[in-house]
């Protein structure tokens, strides 16, 4: 029996929503481990996320990465590289909605440091697709918190922040202040009795996750601003615009409502293209608040002696940029709806202009129909008694001749008589014939208005 095309069709959907290529990992992964982390937002995604694919293909075999220690999806791809002493280079790339990133870690048989990854002949041969949102520096370490004049000493920034995360052996202490080298460190103390391994890419994605979106919800705060202000202008002229036309748009003349209609039109145009830029922009900002509050909430971060917490720091950060985001979006939504009414209501002023004209057209029209009514039923009188009074000459001479032969005394009495009826001669004649014009442009109408459509 064959398979039904659309059941096997659904059944590979469900198979790859269950699917969770990066549990592998976790058998590769151990502590201590030195992790750089980079993420790169794209400017055109459907594109660029094909091409990150393909970049992350380059490098593993520029690192020269053994085909049988590579794993690639469409999304998401690892590979790992092995020393003959045990030390280990894992290579991860995944490709999100609006960026792709890269981890790199680095499992050294001794103790880590902060710095430059020093597997043998390591160098990342990136070129990045797109602007780079963030570089972290992550550091896991089996022993324990070193003191906090050490971690002064090796973490940049005039504040540290740490808590504990997870449980109470595991601790998390970092200055969010980039280094020499542009990278924020982490400094991830996992305690004596060491971390599950499965938890180890847990940690690094939740601190990975925080500070992508973190980052990604701050890189339009310029935008924001410049918005802001051309926003408020965008409000104060529609005020003064809304003004002007409420008082004056009662004894407007239809020039000026033109001007009006030109100048509230461009602003209109003005003001949808702001809008289209800031809702591509800013329209993913809730999700992206939403991620960094959830992350921190799974971390279950619990205080650390002698540190303020991470969340305070992250918090302070990003309180109310999703908000006010969106509020601006707001705002914005409603100027434009301001000035799709006040357009509205300018239209309609034309449209009652334009049928006031169009009602004294119809006036002048009428007029001039009953005049042409009037002009027509006096030249038909007149026609009728020009017509009469040849008929009543040819009758004369007609008369007259017959005098002349003897049929008749008196031709002149006769011509006399014969003058009433040219003239009902004169008024047949006349009535046949607007009979007979009425019925050939009716029989001419019907076959005119057929005609297109039957053909």
């Given at each position: 029996m064959s398979q039904n095309p659309r059941q096997s069709g659904a059944d590979g959907l469900i198979k790859k929503l269950h699917e969770r290529p990066h549990v592998p990992l976790a058998q590769w992964l151990r502590a201590p481990a030195h992790v750089h982390y980079?993420?790169?937002?794209?400017?055109?995604?459907?594109?660029?996320?094909?091409?990150?694919?393909?970049?992350?293909?380059?490098c593993l075999t520029a690192l020269g990465v053994p085909q049988d220690s590579i794993m690639l999806r469409e999304t998401f791809g690892?590979?790992?590289?092995?020393?003959?002493?045990?030390?280990?280079?894992?290579?991860?790339?995944?490709?999100?909605t609006e960026y792709y990133n890269y981890q790199i870690w680095y499992l050294p048989n001794s103790r880590v440091a902060f710095g430059p990854v020093t597997f043998p002949n390591y160098k990342f041969p990136l070129q990045p697709l797109g602007t780079e949102v963030c570089r972290l520096d992550i550091l896991l370490s089996s022993e324990p918190l070193p003191t906090r004049e050490q971690m002064q000493s090796m973490l940049p920034g005039p504040v540290l922040y740490g808590s504990r995360i997870l449980d109470e052996q595991t601790s998390l202490v970092t200055s969010f202040t980039p280094d020499e080298f542009d990278r924020e460190r982490y400094w991830v103390a996992l305690g004596p009795a060491h971390v599950q391994t499965s938890r180890l890419k847990e940690i690094v994605d939740a601190i990975v996750r925080i500070e992508t979106y973190y980052h990604l919800l701050l890189m339009q705060k310029p935008l924001f601003s410049t918005a802001i202000d051309q926003v408020y202008k965008f409000e104060q002229v529609h005020l003064k615009q809304r003004e002007i036309i409420s008082g004056h748009i009662a004894h407007a003349d239809s020039q000026t409502l033109q001007r009006w209609l030109n100048s509230l039109t461009q602003d209109l145009l003005k003001t949808n293209r702001i809008a289209g830029t800031l809702h591509f922009e800013l329209s993913a900002s809730v999700p992206y608040d939403k991620i960094v509050h959830t992350t921190l909430a799974s971390l279950t971060e619990k205080p650390l002696d002698a540190y303020r917490p991470v969340s305070?720091?992250?918090?302070?950060?990003?309180?109310?940029?999703?908000?006010?985001?969106?509020?601006?979006?707001?705002?914005?939504?409603?100027?434009?709806?301001?000035?799709?009414?006040?357009?509205?209501?300018?239209?309609?002023?034309?449209?009652?202009?334009?049928?006031?004209?169009?009602?004294?057209?119809?006036?002048?029209?009428?007029?001039?129909?009953?005049?042409q009514v009037l002009l027509q039923h006096t030249v038909e009188g007149l026609s009728?008694?020009?017509?009469?009074?040849?008929?009543a000459g040819l009758g004369g001479y007609l008369f007259k001749g017959f005098q002349e032969m003897g049929w008749l005394s008196n031709a002149n009495l006769v011509s006399a008589i014969f003058v009433p009826i040219a003239i009902g001669l004169a008024l047949a004649i006349t009535t046949v014939s607007k009979k007979y014009l009425h019925r050939k442009l009716s029989r001419e109408r019907p076959s005119s208005q057929s005609g297109p459509t039957g053909s």
């Open positions: 980079q993420a790169f937002r794209m400017a055109d995604p459907p594109a660029q996320r094909r091409l990150s694919r393909e970049e992350f293909q380059s690892y590979g790992v590289k092995e020393t003959d002493n045990g030390e280990r280079l894992i290579l991860i790339w995944q490709a999100h305070d720091y992250v918090l302070s950060g990003i309180t109310g940029v999703a908000e006010g985001y969106q509020q601006l979006l707001r705002r914005i939504d409603t100027l434009r709806a301001g000035f799709e009414g006040i357009i509205s209501i300018i239209r309609a002023r034309v449209d009652l202009i334009l049928e006031g004209q169009n009602l004294a057209l119809l006036q002048s029209v009428d007029k001039t129909t009953k005049s009728v008694i020009v017509i009469a009074y040849y008929v």
